[in-house]
């Protein structure tokens, strides 16, 4: 499949231990937060979002956590399996929620060593 | 569960030919979404549509893109002609916009062209 960015940051961890993927963002108005993972010649798949009305939210095995004084996003996965090796990418809303389409970053590649 | 499809999965084509590439959004889904994937420049916004209407196409070249919705079934993305820095891979998403953001952006699972 194809490989997204030759000079994708890559976050390398043990299988069972917990990951830490981190996301900064450019607009103080952006108020809505998406998280996506993206395998070898798949589309982008939703995760977990997160409204800007909140600090932390909580799915199976992930964690979003938002910090708007700093404007920084970050995904944790627990109990990481080789299965979620794949690419993440955080994309925010930049204000006018609704209205806008996302914006993207640029991505991190997770690689889950068995 | 509900999901985007989209035709081809794969295209190989000539330099200088047309190619349209197809998409079905979810049932219910107020927006739709072209999105252009490369290795160097990421995820890229093309276009968007509203109830079937351009809302922003500001991504896309105008001069050899075009982007359609005939209906609420099927949206689609042309080039004419096509060029080698075209190619790519192509997501279409969807979504429904709501009072108080989005829900279910959800993406397919993307049209790979290659242009030779």
């Known amino acids: 499949g194809e490989s997204v960015g030759l000079h994708l940051p890559t976050l390398s961890v043990q299988e069972g231990d917990n990951s830490i993927i981190n996301c900064a963002y450019s607009n103080s108005a952006s108020d809505y937060f998406i998280w996506y993972k993206q395998e070898s010649g798949k589309g982008p798949q939703f995760i977990i979002d997160?409204?800007?009305?909140?600090d932390k939210r909580q799915g199976q095995r992930v964690t979003v956590l938002l910090n708007k004084t700093v404007k920084h996003l970050s995904l944790q996965i627990a109990a990481t399996q080789p299965g979620d090796s794949a690419v993440y990418f955080c994309a925010e809303n930049m204000g006018d929620t609704g209205r806008r389409a996302l914006t993207f970053g640029s991505g991190t590649r997770l690689q889950v060593q068995p | 569960d509900a999901r985007v499809t989209q035709t081809p999965r794969h295209k190989v084509t000539e330099m200088g030919q047309e190619v349209t590439m197809r998409c079905q959004p979810i049932?219910?889904?107020?927006?739709v979404f072209w999105y252009r994937q490369t290795m160097m420049q990421g995820l890229e916004l093309l276009a968007y549509?509203?109830?079937?209407?351009?809302?922003?196409d500001s991504g896309m070249p105008k001069d050899r893109f075009s982007a359609e919705m005939p209906d609420a079934t099927l949206a689609t993305l042309k080039i004419q002609p096509s060029e080698p820095r075209d190619s790519a891979v192509y997501f279409c998403a969807s979504g429904l916009a709501t009072q108080t953001g989005w829900s279910g952006y959800t993406f397919g699972s993307g049209t790979r062209l290659t242009v030779v």
């Open positions: 049932l219910g889904h107020n927006t």
């Open positions: 549509f509203r109830n079937r209407a351009p809302l922003d």
């Open positions: 997160i409204r800007s009305n909140m």
